[in-house]
T-cell receptor
Framework: EAGVTQFPSHSVIEKGQTVTLRCDPI?????LYWYRRVMGKEIKFLLH????????ESGMPNNRFLAERTGGTYSTLKVQPAELEDSGVYFC????????????????FGAGSRLTVL | AQSVTQLDSHVSVSEGTPVLLRCNYS??????LFWYVQHPNKGLQLLLK??????LVKGINGFEAEFKKSETSFHLTKPSAHMSDAAEYFC?????????????FGAGTRLAVHP
């Protein structure tokens, strides 16, 4: 079984530019989550998709961030325009059922996309 | 509110010696607790989880953790470190908020293993 795949592994952009990060969850996983780790800080929740619907986007920092999951398969996270404080590692995770329900206490994480904004 | 505090940002041990990574939690109800590990250029991997069953939880690669309610701790241990254990370790608590579950991560502990 293929794991959660994230692309690119590392992106370096100038302040003000746009970057799009992509996540391919495990096939058949309806639930997809984005987390990020800003330099020197904890890994924090951004949002949760169930299929193509945003179930919880309470962690999205501001309107420069746009997440989509058209068709309920892969997801993209766009940052436009990027700022210096957006630098960090963006993790994607997926699960077959909603995390926390029926003992489904496991998320499978990808390797992360490292974003560097200069 | 739920939170976790990892007491050491860096831990260094010699190969073959015990490993202790410390974690304290704060929770208003019986928590679900996890340890995740991230090796370089790899995803976050679940080591073990506590979900109110046995207080001593065994995980992969010889790691285990003990849930101590009286001390609000969930320290990660391994009797004998291996070079391949060098990685960053995260203590995590599950938060139930607004009907949804989220993971709350600690700041991480970077484990170095010396020959």
């Amino acid at each position: 079984e293929a794991g959660v795949t994230q692309f690119p592994s590392h992106s370096v952009i100038e302040k003000g530019q746009t970057v799009t990060l992509r996540c391919d969850p495990i096939s058949g996983h309806d639930n997809l989550y984005w987390y990020r780790r800003v330099m020197g800080k904890e890994i924090k929740f951004l949002l949760h998709f169930v299929k193509e619907s945003k179930q919880d986007e309470s962690g999205m920092p501001n309107n420069r961030f746009l997440a989509e999951r058209t068709g309920g398969t892969y997801s993209t996270l766009k940052v436009q325009p990027a700022e210096l404080e957006d630098s960090g590692v963006y993790f994607c995770a997926s699960s077959q059922v909603v995390f926390g329900k029926s003992g489904a206490n496991v998320l499978t994480f990808g390797a992360g996309s490292r974003l560097t904004v200069l | 509110a739920q939170s976790v505090t990892q007491l050491d940002s860096h831990v260094s041990v010699s190969e073959g010696t015990p490993v202790l990574l410390r974690c304290n939690y704060s929770s208003s109800y019986s928590p679900s607790l996890f340890w995740y590990v991230q090796h370089p250029n790899k995803g976050l991997q679940l080591l073990l989880k506590y979900t109110s069953a046995a207080t001593l939880v065994k995980g992969i690669n010889g790691f285990e953790a003990e849930f101590k309610k009286s001390e609000t701790s969930f320290h990660l241990t391994k009797p004998s470190a291996h070079m391949s254990d060098a990685a960053e370790y995260f203590c995590v608590v599950r938060l139930l908020s607004g009907g949804y579950n989220k993971l709350i991560f600690g700041a991480g502990t970077r484990l170095a293993v010396h020959p």
